[in-house]
């Protein structure tokens, strides 16, 4: 050993030194990385909760929206009558009622685009509105009354909407023997 030079020793020992030093940074970056994976997972796990939460609370608030507008026909008598006399269309309603009729069927309007709006950003299932608001309106619109009255609030109703209002009526009148047209 008297012949090994004391720079070439100290060179070694600094080489294994550093391979140590980089060996443990190797583990260092395993560890960080797995870490990394762990707490994206968890990040995941909580977005999906949140999710779940909004679209719970979103589908809360239809369901008050709705619950007011019943409300407003189920709890007032006078109200209820206006709206089976307007759907009817015999005997016509005078002017009053048929301003009430109108505002009735455009609180209704609206209330269902509000669900076909949620169902088309995903914040509601799209069966709320397929299979639970748009047939409950186009039980009213596929009335004689309703059906006059829904022909001028479509126009002030979003296009998309009544586009997909109109392709529901196509399956839904023959199979309720109705028309969605006011007859004229």
């Known amino acids: 050993m008297a012949d090994e030079d004391p720079t070439e020793t100290r060179e070694a020992k600094l080489a294994q030194r550093r391979a140590r030093v980089e060996y443990f940074a190797f583990i260092a970056q395993i560890v960080s990385a797995i870490a990394i994976v762990i707490s994206l997972v968890f990040v995941g796990i909580q977005l999906h909760d949140g999710n779940t939460v909004t679209l719970r609370n979103e589908s809360n608030a239809t369901m008050t929206q709705w619950s007011a ?105 023959p199979a309720h023997h109705v028309s969605c047209i006011p007859e004229e």
């Not at 009430?100 to 209704?108: K, P, V």
């Not at 299932?125 to 047939?135: H, L």
């Open 69 to 173: 507008f019943r409300a407003s026909i189920y709890s007032d008598r006078d109200t209820a009558e206006v709206f089976r006399a307007g759907m009817s269309g015999a005997p016509p309603l005078d002017a009053t009622d048929q301003l009430r009729f109108g505002y009735i069927m455009r609180e209704h309007a609206w209330a269902t685009f509000q669900i076909w709006d949620r169902a088309k950003r995903g914040l509601v299932p799209s069966a709320n509105f397929e299979a639970g608001a748009a047939p409950d309106y186009l039980k009213v619109i596929c009335t004689p009354g309703g059906s006059v009255v829904w022909a001028g609030i479509r126009s002030e109703m979003p296009a998309p909407f009544v586009a997909d209002m109109d392709r529901i009526a196509q399956a839904y009148a």
